[in-house]
């Protein structure tokens, strides 16, 4: 990555905690550039994207946007809105998990009640049958958020996983021991900004790091689904689990809503198990614009798309 791309992808990476940008984006409401990568404002809207991928055989995890909130009141809102959602999947014939962020939850507020939310929806999720994810934040957060998923754990509640992310130095370690536990991961390369001292500056490392991280897991055969986009490390894995004899039904392959698309349809095709993460809400912004800075090129396509209104 060049100097110049770097510096606009920290930029917009500030512009993701930014509490006024994001006041403005829920007011102005989701513009077509957005709509490629959010799938509607309301959890109907949503459900009728999942039921579209489904019919394709891709499998979804739902998240209701919302992160970094500033009362705990919100976080029992969203985590009422999150027992509904599990409810509401249980009552229709459609294939999706949840994922949600523990900052939405509460956990820069009150961790011991963000752990009461997160404990109630993953407990609802049991009774329906349902698995959660808790997404990885930034480095504030990444302790905290592998103590909640052991915590939930050790208190009987195993249908929940969480996110490595392969930038991080400590990564390796993680995996190792949540592996030894037989937690279910989800590998990615991380999306936050973060200071060298705790991750690798050069993508070369970031993506020599992730491909260790799944040897690791699919040689231990804790279930693993590896969320990129990147057909390089896809490939790798698709060979590295044919050569080893490691069966599809290990591991699957995850990717976000709105790109790639027509890969995510491909491997459904050959086999692999696929699973879209498909965002709802009102609170897109800080999501948005992360996916902005993954690819500095899609704020020309915004811009372009602005322009044909
Ligand atoms: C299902 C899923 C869940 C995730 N959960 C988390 C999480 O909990 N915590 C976290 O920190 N990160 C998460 N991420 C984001 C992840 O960390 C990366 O930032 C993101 O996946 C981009 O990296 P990549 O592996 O696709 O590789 P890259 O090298 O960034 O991209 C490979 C190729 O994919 C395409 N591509 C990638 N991103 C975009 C984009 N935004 N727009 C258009 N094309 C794109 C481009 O063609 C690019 O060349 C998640 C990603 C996925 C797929």
């Given at each position: 990555m060049d100097l110049g791309t770097r510096i606009f992808r920290s930029l917009l990476l500030s512009l993701a905690g930014n509490k006024l940008a994001e006041k403005l984006a829920a007011k102005y409401g989701l513009k077509r550039g957005a709509q490629r990568f959010i799938a509607g404002r309301t959890l109907d809207e949503a459900l009728a994207r999942v039921r579209e991928l489904n019919a394709q055989g891709i499998g979804v995890t739902l998240d209701h946007l919302g992160e970094?909130?500033?009362?705990?009141a919100e976080a029992a809102v969203y985590r009422d809105e999150y027992i509904r959602l599990v409810e509401s999947i249980r009552g229709t014939n459609i294939q999706a998990t949840v994922s949600l962020k523990p900052t939405q939850m509460g956990l820069k507020l009150d961790p011991e009640n963000c752990y009461a939310n997160i404990r109630d929806i993953v407990a609802a999720a049991r009774s329906c049958s349902n698995f959660v994810t808790l997404d990885m934040e930034d480095t504030a957060c990444t302790a905290a958020t592998i103590g909640l998923v052991r915590r939930l754990r050790a208190d009987g509640l195993s249908n929940v996983g969480t996110v490595i992310q392969a930038?991080?130095?400590?990564s390796e370690e993680d995996v190792e021991r949540l592996t030894r536990e037989g937690v279910t991961l989800r590998l990615v390369k991380g999306a936050y900004k973060e200071p060298r001292t705790l991750a690798y500056p050069r993508l070369t490392d970031v993506d020599a790091n992730f491909l260790r991280l799944i040897k690791l897991r699919l040689d231990s055969g804790v279930y693993t689904a590896i969320a990129t986009h990147d057909e390089r490390i896809i490939d790798w894995t698709k060979r590295y689990a044919d050569d080893c004899g490691i069966?599809?039904?290990r591991f699957e392959f995850q990717m976000l809503y709105g790109i790639r698309s027509q890969s995510q349809k491909q491997l459904a095709d050959e086999g692999y198990t696929v699973r879209c993460y498909v965002p709802y809400g009102r609170m897109w912004y800080p999501y948005f614009v992360r996916r902005l800075a993954e690819r500095p090129a899609n704020v020309m396509f915004i811009v372009k798309n602005r322009n044909r209104r």
């Open positions: 970094g909130i500033r009362l705990t930038y991080l130095y400590r069966t599809v039904d």
